[in-house]
């Protein structure tokens, strides 16, 4: 089974054969180029290093961030740099954003011996072509990448999410034959051409990066896309949380309804009955959560009216204290569901190229709300 970093493994191969091939056939006008072009690339980052130092504002908007991931305390931050696509060259964005900040970040968390582990998205699949090879990025990199991914190796999670969305009635189709996720700015998922869109693909490798605090640092013209693919991971992580707390209420039919009717020889047809009147209450809870997927009180009313379901059903039984454990279930119930709660947090840090500024960093907090770290 090919593993996640296989791929590149095979592109920096590639890439090595063909620059021996290259190497053979123009001798030393390859090693002027190269190294014209480290020349150049030593030029732009002293020159965007000189612009960012320049402006005291950006100073003061590190300490704030540092000081900020000083207070939560995580044993674990993942770092995330500015995109990286198969077809656009390191530039400025790149240097801004990993040079002059995260590198930064990187140095103040490492004194403080926070662990941390830097993480790469390389995009060779949305890409018109596959020009620049990982390896070149790679080169660049102030610090070594921890974990890197492809972003074709995020296809078959975003399938995944899709065929979620789908089932769950999440999904909208338009009339050019694109999918988009309903409620919010509805984004596209899935484009005319069959093609699965970013916000789909970059919500899974969020969510692939675990627990913790994850900091990504990007250009001010990606703050849509964030926010799309924060309602995509949002939205996913909801519907599992309703699918999970229904699932929990169907055991309860199975593990104590169930075995206590049979204990108490009733017969097959009352089992049966009780069973589909119940999972019907229960399915008709999670319907009525879907429909309200973004809203805050969804969870609530979700754990609410299952637990009506089972009370209901008691009352019509008159079996108050027989079914012994669905008064500490239902209870259970209420604690793990009764509100969303994220895994993890995420730092977005944005920042003008133009200006050489850090412009924006909005916290998104484990309650599901945005926090802007620069008025906390």
Request: glycine share 6%; proline share 3%.
């Amino acid at each position: 089974m090919e593993t996640a970093i296989e791929p590149i493994e095979r592109t920096l191969t590639t890439h090595t054969e063909a620059a021996s091939v290259l190497t053979t056939d123009l001798g030393e006008s390859v090693g002027a180029a190269i190294s014209n072009l480290l020349s150049l690339n030593q030029e732009l980052r002293d020159r965007v290093e000189s612009a960012f130092l320049a402006n005291p504002a950006n100073e003061q908007a590190l300490e704030q961030i540092h000081s900020y991931l000083g207070e939560l305390k995580e044993q674990k931050i993942t770092l995330e740099g500015t995109p990286l696509y198969a077809d656009r060259d390191w530039d400025i964005d790149h240097e801004i954003g990993i040079h002059s900040i995260l590198l930064r970040i990187y140095n103040m968390l490492i004194q403080g011996g926070t662990k941390i582990e830097h993480h790469g998205l390389y995009d060779e699949y949305t890409v018109s072509e596959q020009r620049i090879p990982f390896h070149e990025f790679q080169s660049q990199m102030p610090f070594p990448f921890d974990r890197t991914r492809n972003e074709s190796d995020m296809l078959q999670g975003g399938r995944y999410l899709l065929q979620l969305f789908e089932q769950s009635g999440l999904i909208r189709q338009k009339e050019n034959g694109e999918l988009v996720l309903r409620g919010g700015k509805q984004p596209l998922l899935r484009k005319a051409s069959g093609m699965l869109n970013c916000p789909l693909l970059d919500s899974v490798f969020q969510l692939s990066k675990g627990s913790g605090t994850h900091v990504i640092v990007h250009p001010s013209e990606f703050i849509q896309e964030q926010q799309n693919t924060q309602q995509v991971m949002l939205t996913a992580l909801r519907v599992n949380h309703v699918e999970n707390a229904a699932r929990f209420s169907t055991d309860l039919i199975n593990e104590i309804i169930l075995p206590q009717l049979v204990q108490e020889n009733k017969p097959q047809e009352t089992l049966i009955t009780t069973q589909q009147s119940l999972r019907a209450k229960i399915n008709n809870a999670k319907k009525v959560a879907l429909e309200k997927i973004n809203q805050e009180t969804a969870p609530a009313q979700l754990c609410q009216n299952i637990r009506q379901a089972f009370h209901y059903f008691i009352q019509q039984e008159n079996a108050q204290g027989r079914f012994k454990g669905l008064a500490e279930a239902l209870k259970k119930l209420t604690e793990q569901f009764q509100t969303y709660r994220l895994p993890f947090r995420i730092l977005n840090i944005f920042f003008d190229s133009e200006k050489c500024s850090i412009v924006k960093a909005v916290l998104l907090e484990e309650n599901g709300k945005y926090r802007d770290v620069f008025s906390a």
